[in-house]
Nanobody
Framework: VQLQASGGGLVQAGGSLRLSCAAS????????MGWFRQGPGKEREFVAT????????LYADSVKGRFTISRDKAKNTVYLQMSSLKPEDTAMYFC???????????????WGQGTQVTVSS
């Protein structure tokens, strides 16, 4: 499956952004979808994941209550709605597809190219 992430940008602290990740190729509904991020000088970290049906979601503690992951089967797209953004959310955000629900990046087989989110204080 090929993934194309978009929606990043520059936003002030407290603002909101919605990231999108469009999938093409193999059947979208086959995959568990996840979002990860990598801040400047930091290692890649898990942000959120959503099950094939969309019925189960999992979030990193750092984003819980502020970010919402969702998926639209008709559009083959997964979203990450980000609210109450903080400067520490600044990172390159990547979407990923895999077969298993996991917080570990190595469990995901396909990755998008990333979209930059910058939060100013």
């Amino acid at each position: 499956v090929q993934l194309q992430a978009s929606g990043g940008g520059l936003v002030q602290a407290g603002g909101s952004l919605r990231l999108s990740c469009a999938a093409s190729g193999r059947t979208f509904s086959f995959y568990v979808m996840g979002w990860f991020r990598q801040g400047p000088g930091k290692e890649r970290e898990f942000v959120a994941t959503i099950s094939r049906s969309g019925g189960m979601t999992l979030y990193a503690d750092s984003v819980k209550g502020r970010f919402t992951i969702s998926r639209d089967k008709a559009k083959n797209t997964v979203y990450l709605q980000m609210s109450s953004l903080k400067p520490e959310d600044t990172a390159m955000y990547f979407c990923a597809a895999g077969e298993f629900t996991s917080v570990e990046g190595y469990e995901y087989d396909s990755w998008g190219q990333g979209t930059q989110v910058t939060v100013s204080s």
